[in-house]
């Protein structure tokens, strides 16, 4: 390709590569760690009612009913609440507000693969040190106060959580940088650190609704931390769109919020399917890390990952496979419904 007109910035950069989303054929699709329930009803008939002929106007630039609802589900006020086109989005936002030339990322080798590729497009400095052996989180180099921490709670895609407890010694040992706490899986069984917002003004927790709430496709996350470190999200957000969420988003997520009993009732039902396909898992002889996640980090017996998943593909199921060094003895199931998690077990019985 040629990349003339391309900016320095870009030239040599390598995107992050999102789960496939396929068209031609209908697969199970335990993949990209949507959820298997819709959305909430009331949700949708929000978004049904937004979209009218107010799409004429601007949406509210704030988007306050949702930081209010966000707001009151955490306890929180309004202003410690900042929201955006997705978490994706909130975590560049987190990018160019509190990393620079003197304040490098840090985040384990293992975790979220969009983090290197945001600190290559905003050309911030890295310290990465590695998991543990055993894929446990590497606290004590998550402890040095040299830069601004990004934690992944539980993490992606081992499915591992730490304790409030750990998240708080990361946090307390930083009092110079922010420390951001990924929450996007929390809900489905890890401790938060949200009551933590309240002693430490360094910690950021950032949420989505693409997980838990079964809203991957609106595009809506959440930044909750203290009011110094929203205005600092706000004002690197009003620096390049002031509308990041538009009115059939701003009031769908504030519905979807609102209805807790909801939200509560399928998460239980996921963490429920999850349990029990992981026991199937290990009965069949697999390695299956503990999971406070939407998702499995599944191991064969004979470890050969690549030609289990193939082999799912050709079935029409599909699962997450990362050829990369340390994980590629391992799949990452999302946990789906009971019936597609039934067929996922039956079809590793019969493959493996
Ligand atoms: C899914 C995911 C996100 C992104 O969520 P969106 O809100 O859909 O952009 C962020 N962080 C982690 C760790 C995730 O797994």
Redesign the pocket.
Known sequence: MNKRYWSARIVNIAPYVPGEQPKNRRYIKLNT?ENPYPPSPKALAAARAAASEELRLYPDPDASALRGAAASFYGIRPTQVFVGN????V?ACCFLAFTDAQTPAVFPDIT?S?YPVYALLFGTKTRIPPLREDFSMPVEELCRNDGTVLL?NPN?PTSLALSRAQVEDIVRANPDHVVIV?E??VDFGAESAMPLLARYDNLLI?Q????SRSL?GL???LALGSESLIAAMDAVKNSFNSYTLDRVAIAAATASIEDRAYFETTCQAVIRTRDAAAARLRALGCTVLPSAANFLFVSPPDGNAAALFAALREQGILVRYFAKPRIDRFLRISVGTEEEMQTLTDAVARLI
């Open positions: 760690n997705g978490s994706d989005e975590l979220y969009f992944t992606a990924d996007a899986y950032v989505t609704l693409s997980k991957a595009r809506c996350g």
